[in-house]
Each structure stands twice: as C-alpha cells, then as structure tokens.
C-alpha cells in the first residue's frame, strides 16, 4: 500500500559515531536492500524477518531513540499492514509516533505521517472513532508543518495534508455509513477519491478503496449511474497499475 522507505548509508556512515564498525553499517546497508527486494516481490514473510534484522542492526548502529531506526519501524508496519497484521502494524506506528516525538520538532511532517499511519491501522481494525482521532492529530500537526516549510518544501507537504485530508474523509465515511447515513457517506467518499486521485503518486491502492467503497454504497442506495461510472474508473485504474 505505501511505500517502503530507505536511505543511502553513505550519509549514515558520515553522521554516525567514528566507532561504529564499517562492517555494521555494511550488513545495514544490505539488510535495506533486501527488505525492499523481498517486499517488491511479495515476499512480505521474509520480508518482515530482514526488516526486524535491520531494525536490530540499526538500535545498535545509532540507539533505538534515532530517526533512522523510526524510519525503520515505520517500514516494518508498512509490511504488517500490507499481511492484514494490522494489531501489529498499529504497535510498530506507535512506536515510531514515540520516537518521533522525542527526536523531531513537534511540528514535523513525518510526526503527521506516524499518526495518520496509526489512524489507518485503527480503521482497519474497525475502531473508527479511536482513528478518527488520530487523523485529527495528524491533521493538526500537518497544518503546523505546513505554515512552517519553506517555499521549495510547500508542494511535497501540501500533497501530504491532502493525503491526510482525504484518509481522515474516508473515515468518517465509514461512521456515516455505520450511522446509516449512507448519502453523506457518498459525499465524503466522492471527495476523498478526487483529492486521491490529484495527490498519489504511483501507489493508489488508498483510490482504490475508496472506489471500492464508493461502489458499495451507491449500489446500497440504488444509484446505479454513480456505481457504473465508478466501476469504469476502477477498471481503468486497476489496468494502469
């Protein structure tokens, strides 16, 4: 669904402590990659086992309180999240939204990007309220970065919130419909696809299901003409990716 972020080492070995050992930050570097290999290829059993590798390499390279190692954290709930693990998705985001708060300004993107990562966990666990309120934080937090970022940083940080933004839609979405207030559903979900559709980049997994979900409820309310137009928009996606 998202994806897996890495780093060059070289810019880790230049920042970390002169006694760390090369052949440490060698067997991280390897670890990385093949993270991403086995993840690229579906392969998220073993992938999960070489990102925990990497994870433990990283708490003795450079402390388990540093961005690195909350960076890879947060890849190894991408993993979870991906395998339907989301309990433990969510206990990794946590632990990332932790590290983050300790180490970063409490106004810095990739704080938003841990809760919203929280609040989509939480979604899939059906705990919509509990969600929803993480999206809010994550909001909050993103409107601060925002004000914030430099001008050559706005566009990258606006496309974030917009992502934020149409996560949180989604959600609340989700209430509507387990209020049985299935129009206001639509809305929300009508939205939230169009601001998917203008803000993701090559994963639109998050577009998808808000098509998905979007086609449920028009068919809930009869409205065959907004589900038939979705479904054509959700063939077409599904061909591109």
Same mark, same amino acid.
């Given at each position: 669904?998202?994806?897996?972020?890495?780093? *060059?080492?070289?810019?880790? #070995?230049?920042?970390?402590?002169?006694?760390?050992?090369?052949? !440490?930050? /060698? =067997?991280? &570097?390897?670890?990385?990659?093949?993270? %991403?290999?086995?993840?690229?290829?579906?392969? +998220?059993?073993?992938? #999960? #086992?070489?990102?925990?590798? @990497?994870?433990? /390499?990283? &708490?003795?390279?450079?402390g388990t309180e540093h961005y690195y190692t909350a960076t890879l954290i947060e890849n190894l709930g991408i993993i979870q999240y991906e395998m339907l693990k989301y309990t433990?998705?969510?206990?990794?985001? !946590?632990?990332?939204?932790?590290? &983050?708060?300790?180490?970063?300004?409490?106004?810095?993107?990739? /704080? @938003?990007?841990? *809760?919203?990562? /929280?609040? *989509?966990?939480?979604?899939?666990?059906?705990?919509?309220?509990?969600?929803?309120?993480?999206?809010? %934080?994550? +909001?909050?937090?993103?409107?601060? @970065? #925002?004000? %914030?970022?430099?001008?050559?940083?706005?566009? =990258? !940080?606006?496309? %974030?919130? @917009?992502?934020?933004?149409?996560s949180a839609m989604h959600t609340r979405a989700l209430i509507a419909i387990k209020n049985e207030n299935i129009y206001h559903a639509i809305g929300l979900l009508k939205t939230s696809a169009k601001i998917f559709y203008n803000t993701l980049g090559k994963d639109k997994k998050q577009l998808r299901e808000s098509y998905q979900e979007l086609i449920k409820q028009a068919l809930n309310v009869d409205d065959l003409e907004l589900a038939n137009s979705i479904k054509k928009k959700l063939k077409k996606l599904n061909k591109d990716i």
């Open positions: 669904m998202f994806i897996i972020k890495t780093f *060059l080492i070289f810019f880790l #070995i230049i920042i970390c402590n002169i006694n760390i050992a090369i052949a !440490q930050s /060698i =067997e991280l &570097r390897e670890n990385l990659k093949h993270t %991403k290999k086995l993840y690229n290829e579906g392969k +998220l059993e073993k992938a #999960i #086992i070489s990102a925990k590798k @990497a994870i433990e /390499i990283s &708490r003795i390279d450079f433990d998705a969510e206990k990794s985001f !946590q632990e990332v939204f932790t590290i &983050r708060k300790a180490t970063l300004e409490n106004d810095h993107s990739d /704080i @938003a990007e841990a *809760l919203n990562f /929280i609040a *989509l966990s939480n979604r899939k666990l059906l705990k919509y309220d509990k969600a929803l309120d993480y999206h809010n %934080k994550a +909001l909050l937090v993103m409107s601060r @970065a #925002i004000t %914030k970022s430099n001008p050559n940083a706005m566009n =990258e !940080q606006n496309r %974030k919130g @917009a992502m934020f933004r149409a």
